[in-house]
């Protein structure tokens, strides 16, 4: 078979699959080498490497038109914490489709990731929490990330969470710290960003000066004032401009650049994960699926109410089955006078005078 051009993006796309992500300067020395590769197996070839970001932008736009039909993507994102430009071959279309549960069971949307419904269900609901986190700390403990398994409708040891956490953290989908805290890692960020800015839109934050989603940087500490930024940008600008670029707040007035407020970790308060666990509102679209899910539940609930309970005057009723039917009937009766209250909150008579009658 022939080497043309074309095995330039052929041996450049089996690179990038090997690894999940990567710098773009690691990018481009990786495309360097495959021209230089190609060039040695046809030196008839006329193929330039330049190093200009025009040349490096074309050669992106020619790798996704080949990765368009197998719905992937060569992404690209900065680094919330450096500011590294960091690219990754992602499956957007695919992976939110899993992420939204194909409640169909779409064996192709299923392939399109390597864990299970379940394993699925869980990264969603710690997903959630992180989201959901008040002070904008964006992240959960160990404790609060391992007690989302009695959310779950299927069980789940809290071994297996504990195992299902340590791979999201060893194949880039979490970031777990030192203090034991679990963030959205790069990779999510990255290959995740549909489903994360369409489920969560009113909780996402954009960064004021390249508009990407913030979860680790600071915020304007003046009240109400929507300024967020990534740390690396916040320096950038800082070099040129002392006011915030929306309430216009002096920064470097007194000891104002100490009264940033931090976005992420830093943010976090000891005890938050204690509270009542926080639950996202739900859209339209789940709202119907929820509402038809209650409706399944009450009609079953409904069924079940309907099966007789044992009578006092069966046929025959002499003997050990009577004496339990009018014991049960009174055990029940008793149970709801104790729960009845009047409307000055006393307790209603005690039932003894109720059993007793019954025994005579």
């Keep these: 078979m022939a080497i043309t051009s074309n095995d330039v993006q052929k041996l450049f796309l089996q690179a990038i699959l090997s690894r999940r992500i990567l710098s773009q300067k690691l990018a481009a020395k990786i495309w360097e080498k495959c021209i230089e590769a190609v060039k040695a197996a046809n030196e008839t070839l006329d193929i330039e490497y330049r190093n200009d970001r025009n040349s490096w932008d074309a050669f992106v736009t020619k790798i996704n038109d080949a990765l368009n039909p197998l719905d992937l993507e060569f992404s690209r994102l900065h680094d919330e914490v450096n500011g590294t430009e960091i690219y990754a071959v992602a499956r957007p279309t695919k992976l939110l489709v899993v992420l939204r549960v194909n409640r169909k069971g779409?064996?192709?949307?299923?392939?399109?990731?390597?864990?299970?419904?379940?394993?699925?269900?869980?990264?969603?609901?710690?997903?959630?929490?992180?989201?959901?986190?008040?002070?904008?700390?964006?992240?959960?403990?160990?404790l609060a990330a391992l007690r989302e398994v009695n959310t779950l409708k299927s069980n789940m040891t809290k071994s297996q969470a504990e195992a299902t956490l340590s791979s999201f953290v060893a194949k880039g989908w979490l970031v777990k710290s030192r203090k034991g805290r679990f963030s959205l890692s790069t990779r999510t960020m990255l290959e995740l960003q549909t489903y994360l800015r369409s489920t969560y839109e009113s909780e996402i934050t954009e960064c004021t000066i390249c508009m990407e989603i913030v979860t680790r940087g600071?915020?304007?500490?003046?009240?109400?004032?929507?300024?967020?930024?990534?740390?690396?940008?916040?320096?950038?600008?800082?070099?040129?401009n002392h006011q915030c670029p929306a309430c216009k707040e002096d920064w470097t007035a007194g000891n104002n650049l100490n009264k940033l407020r931090p976005v992420g970790e830093a943010a976090f308060k000891d005890g938050q994960d204690q509270g009542r666990r926080r639950v996202r509102r739900k859209s339209t679209e789940e709202q119907e699926d929820a509402d038809a899910e209650g409706e399944?539940?009450?009609?079953?609930?409904?069924?079940?109410?309907?099966?007789?309970?044992?009578?006092?005057?069966?046929?025959?009723?002499?003997?050990?089955?009577?004496?339990?039917?009018?014991?049960?009937?009174?055990?029940?009766?008793?149970?709801?006078?104790?729960?009845?209250k009047d409307e000055d909150g006393e307790d209603s008579p005690p039932p003894r005078t109720r059993r007793k009658s019954s025994r005579r």
């Design 296 to 340: 399944e539940a009450d009609e079953k609930n409904d069924e079940v109410e309907v099966e007789p309970e044992p009578s006092q005057t069966q046929p025959n009723g002499k003997g050990k089955g009577k004496g339990k039917g009018k014991e049960k009937m009174t055990r029940d009766e008793s149970m709801e006078v104790d729960d009845d």
């Design 218 to 240: 600071i915020a304007c500490y003046t009240p109400n004032c929507q300024t967020r930024m990534h740390t690396h940008c916040f320096n950038n600008y800082r070099r040129r």
């Design 106 to 142: 779409d064996e192709i949307a299923q392939m399109a990731t390597e864990y299970n419904a379940l394993e699925i269900a869980y990264f969603k609901a710690v997903v959630e929490q992180i989201m959901l986190a008040p002070n904008e700390s964006f992240c959960v403990s160990s």
